[in-house]
T-cell receptor, first 113, second 113 residues
Framework: AQSVTQPDIHITVSEGASLELRCNYS??????LFWYVQSPGQGLQLLLKYFSGDTLVQGIKGFEAEFKRSQSSFNLRKPSVHWSDAAEYFCAVSYTGGFKTIFGAGTRLFVKA | DAGVIQSPRHEVTEMGQEVTLRCKPI?????LFWYRQTMMRGLELLIY????????DSGMPEDRFSAKMPNASFSTLKIQPSEPRDSAVYFCASSLQGTDTQYFGPGTRLTVL
């Protein structure tokens, strides 16, 4: 079955430090890949997505992600984390010919001063 | 556009009562999704519609749950009778295509006493 794995349930980083959140998806047809962010008390909001083309994708709030087909990964990165980035981050995947998106379990990011 | 609209934002009810959650998707979006989010189970897809037709309701936990989409601008999720274990945040999301970006509403926090 198609699946998305986010190995880290939670991560703590210091403000100003770099961040990488991991995401792996099960092999399938050409994937469409997404990262969403959920702030407390709110719905999910799209950070970035990859459909095709350049495998390094830029998103909002200074985030980027790199699609690596050989590793079935789509890791999210940010060079310098701000306290306002504390939230839960969801990786998601859908496939051509499919009709729904599969979400990972989420990684909660804590930012310390 | 106002985005996806959900009502009510908060609902507190007693066990055995009927609960109806409402959703207005973004105009022009052909897909509508209902999710449930809890600490224990994370984000679960309950059901989704395409052009007002239910496509996959395999995530609906029990017969107590039902969903309808009478027209392109309105959907309901009903729980009858409600139980304490139904307490969760329920999200509605819509998208242009099933595999494309989903736009989430702010959610309805349901508490069943």
């Amino acid at each position: 079955a198609q699946s998305v794995t986010q190995p880290d349930i939670h991560i703590t980083v210091s403000e100003g430090a770099s961040l990488e959140l991991r995401c792996n998806y099960s092999y399938g047809a050409t994937p469409y890949l997404f990262w969403y962010v959920q702030s407390p008390g709110q719905g999910l909001q799209l950070l970035l997505k990859y459909f095709s083309g350049d495998t390094l994708v830029q998103g909002i709030k200074g985030f980027e992600a790199e699609f690596k087909r050989s590793q079935s990964s789509f890791n999210l990165r940010k060079p310098s984390v701000h306290w306002s980035d504390a939230a839960e981050y969801f990786c998601a995947v859908s496939y051509t010919g499919g009709f729904k998106t599969i979400f990972g379990a989420g990684t909660r990011l804590f930012v310390k001063a | 556009d106002a985005g996806v609209i959900q009502s009510p934002r908060h609902e507190v009810t007693e066990m055995g009562q009927e609960v109806t959650l409402r959703c207005k998707p973004i105009s022009g979006h052909d897909y509508l999704f209902w999710y449930r989010q809890t600490m224990m189970r994370g984000l679960e897809l309950l059901i989704y519609f395409n052009n007002n037709v239910p496509i996959d309701d395999s995530g609906m936990p029990e017969d107590r749950f039902s969903a309808k989409m009478p027209n392109a601008s309105f959907s309901t999720l009903k729980i009858q009778p409600s139980e304490p274990r139904d307490s969760a945040v329920y999200f509605c999301a819509s998208s242009l295509q099933g595999t494309d970006t989903q736009y989430f509403g702010p959610g309805t926090r349901l508490t069943v006493l």
